[in-house]
């Protein structure tokens, strides 16, 4: 099981990454010279800086949905809290929901006719998007084994992307979190030119584009500007790269100033840890039913 502060680093990486890219979030790739290095009010959305959009709305969502069903994981719930948010605003940064991909729209939408059926992820490749990697922390923290990660993280994955790509890197990225470490499995180039990395919203792009700047970054800090400056997809390409620093590096690695400038840090930060306590309790808890078990 991860150490505390490399779960509290995904968690609040995240919406860091994601908070901090909404202000490039469909803006071209930026020159070097030329890079945002802070929090900035977005052009796109009704946010101040600091605050974040979609990606850790959803996040959030779905660190609820577990925490209050003491570490289970309920898709129904899921959903159910993706709907509270879609209509309501409730995980929002303010008081409404400003921005949610099509993709997840369509599915929340459409539980609301099937609401017996959580996984209305659409199977088509054209839905191929990186909304499941975008919010995928709170159930690897929660987890105790890689194969329970890697379950947890295919089941959110299905709720809104259903595509074989889209469990495909879902899965890949459970273990990647689950172990903060990279995994060779789906060859991405480090060592590409930056012009050539693609930021788009393609599961496919956004993962290697947050992986690159992961690669290239010397620390958090670098990994999150590198990520963010590639534009495009900005938010959710710096959210994804925020999960991968943050557990790497942890959240003691993290500069101050990114998580004083963080909208609700601390509450972010308490989710992280209420998750993480919630996997320990439970993976002790299974320890004590083996020991009776073998008498």
Not at 50 to 61: E, I, P, R, Y
Not at 115 to 138: I, K, V
Not at 140 to 151: D, G, K, N, V
Request: hydrophobic fraction near 40%; charge should be negative.
């Amino acid at each position: 099981m991860m150490r505390k502060q490399n779960a509290i680093g995904m968690m609040v990486g995240l919406a860091i990454g994601d908070a901090m890219g909404s202000a490039l979030e469909f803006m071209p790739m930026r020159d070097r010279g030329n890079f945002i290095t802070d929090y900035q009010k977005s052009p796109t959305f009704p946010i101040a800086a600091g605050q974040w959009t979609d990606d850790t709305s959803m996040a959030l969502a779905l660190a609820d949905s577990i925490i209050e069903n003491d570490g289970e994981w309920t898709p129904l719930a899921a959903m159910q809290n993706f709907l509270d948010w879609y209509q309501a605003g409730r995980f929002s940064a303010i008081d409404h929901c400003f921005d949610i991909g099509n993709t997840c729209r369509t599915s929340i939408e459409n539980w609301m006719l099937d609401p017996a059926n959580p996984f209305q992820g659409s199977t088509d490749s054209n839905t191929s998007g990186n909304g499941a990697l975008m919010r995928m922390a709170p159930v690897i923290i929660s987890s105790c084994t890689l194969q329970e990660a890697r379950l947890r993280a295919e089941e959110q994955t299905l709720l809104t992307h259903g595509s074989s790509e889209c469990i495909k890197y879902s899965r890949a990225f459970a273990y990647e979190l689950f172990y903060y470490r990279y995994a060779p499995t789906l060859e991405v180039d480090f060592k590409i030119p930056r012009e050539h990395v693609r930021p788009t919203g393609y599961v496919k792009d956004s993962y290697e584009a947050a992986w690159w700047a992961v690669k290239n970054g010397k620390d958090f800090e670098s990994a999150i500007i590198k990520a963010i400056n590639l534009g495009g997809d900005a938010d959710t390409i710096g959210a994804i790269a925020g999960q991968i620093a943050g557990a790497l590096y942890g959240a003691d690695n993290i500069p101050d100033w990114m998580k004083n400038g963080l909208y609700e840090y601390k509450m972010i930060e308490d989710t992280a840890i209420k998750l993480f306590n919630i996997a320990r309790k439970r993976q002790k808890n299974e320890r004590e039913i083996r020991k009776q078990q073998l008498g």
